[in-house]
Nanobody, 125 residues
Framework: VQLQASGGGLVQAGDSLRLSCTAS????????VGWFRQAPGKDREFVAA????????HLADSMKGRSTISRDNAENTIYLHLNGLKLEDTGVYYC???????????????????WGQGTQVTVSS
């Protein structure tokens, strides 16, 4: 499956964005999906994840209370809603797909088999 992340941009602190991850060449409902971000000079870090059917969601502590993850399997798309954006949210945001029977933690990049190309989010003051 190929993943295409979109929706990033240049915003001011406090603004909101909706990132999209659209799948092609496969059915996104077959996978758990995660979002990660990477700032310059830093490791890729977990942001959020959602189970195959959307019944379970997970957010990094830094995103709780101001972000949600959802999916529309009919549209083959996963959404990441970012609210109250902060300067430290700046980075390239990647979506990734994980086989559901993979026991590696949802928060670890190594557990994901397919990655999108990333979309840049820049938060200014």
């Amino acid at each position: 499956v190929q993943l295409q992340a979109s929706g990033g941009g240049l915003v001011q602190a406090g603004d909101s964005l909706r990132l999209s991850c659209t799948a092609s060449g496969g059915t996104i409902s077959s996978y758990s999906v995660g979002w990660f971000r990477q700032a310059p000079g830093k490791d890729r870090e977990f942001v959020a994840a959602i189970s195959r059917k959307g019944g379970a969601t997970h957010l990094a502590d830094s995103m709780k209370g101001r972000s949600t993850i959802s999916r529309d399997n009919a549209e083959n798309t996963i959404y990441l809603h970012l609210n109250g954006l902060k300067l430290e949210d700046t980075g390239v945001y990647y979506c990734a797909a994980k086989y559901p029977n993979n026991s590696v933690s949802l928060a670890l990049p190594s557990g994901y088999a397919f990655w999108g190309q990333g979309t840049q989010v820049t938060v200014s003051s």
